[in-house]
């Protein structure tokens, strides 16, 4: 089965740049989505189809997807990112959905 | 206003079954595919199961196939997870969402706010 790999954790001050990664073999030829999770709270979509952001989604959240990774990037990071993160992608060569481990985002 | 609001469950010995629903509400059933969703405690998100908006086409994550079924019911504007042979392993919270279009991509722009089910005797 398809195997999505993300570090567990990234840390980042306010006001830079945080970028979270997903792994995967070829994930370029796939589209990734990327949901942010408070706890407590259900996820939250922020970015669909590679780099396409849900209205409400702050421009600060972009992502990118090519070869064997796909990158979440926060821009002048604020306190209230922090949450987890998590990549998922439709494997269609076995009809399935896969999420990454998660990336525990701590601005410091 | 998009709402999911799921029900159904609970505490189940090992070997018990249960079925979820997710009462949908703010847009055209049946015209998005919807997916269910777990998390266990401290963990991380698992999808477990999708179903097209016509209901023609449903998966299943290899974890749950055999044992669990999705169906939804489009005049009702709702979402059922029937779970058979329940396993402690299938301790969880459950998410409901809703996915992009028909098509399933499992790209949930919208998400109920789980119900918990706990397996254990």
């Known amino acids: ?3 999505l ?3 567990p954790s990234v840390s980042v001050a306010p006001g830079k740049t945080a970028r979270i990664t997903c792994g995967g073999n070829n994930i370029g030829s796939k589209s990734v ?3 942010q999770q408070k706890p407590g709270q259900a ?4 970015i669909y189809y590679d780099s396409d952001r849900p209205s409400g989604i702050p421009e600060r959240f972009s992502g990118s997807n090519s070869g064997n990774t796909a990158t979440l990037t926060i821009s002048r990071v604020e306190a209230g990112d922090e949450a987890d993160y998590y990549c998922q992608v439709w494997d269609s060569s076995s009809d399935q959905g896969v999420f990454g481990g998660g990336t525990k985002l701590t601005v410091l | 206003e998009v709402q999911l609001v799921e029900s159904g469950g ?3 010995q090992p070997g018990g079954s249960l079925r979820l629903s997710c009462a949908a509400s703010g847009f055209t059933f049946s015209s998005y595919a919807m997916s269910w969703v777990r998390q266990a405690p401290g963990k991380g998100l698992e999808w477990v199961s999708a179903i097209s908006g016509s209901g023609g086409s449903t998966y299943y994550a290899d974890s749950v196939k055999g ?14 997870l029937q779970m058979n042979s329940l396993r402690a392993e299938d301790t969880a919270v459950y998410y409901c969402a809703k996915d992009l279009g028909d098509i399933v991509v499992v790209a949930g722009d ?3 706010q789980g119900t918990l089910v706990t397996v254990s005797s």
Do not use: A, E, M
């Open chain 2, 10 to 12: 609970g505490l189940v």
């Open chain 1, 33 to 35: 989505h990327w949901y």
């Open chain 1, 5 to 7: 790999t993300q570090p």
């Open chain 1, 1 to 3: 089965s398809y195997v």
């Open chain 2, 67 to 80: 044992r669990f079924t999705i169906s939804r019911d489009n005049s009702k504007n709702t979402l059922y």
């Open chain 2, 110 to 112: 919208y998400w109920g």
């Open chain 1, 43 to 46: 996820p939250v979509l922020v």
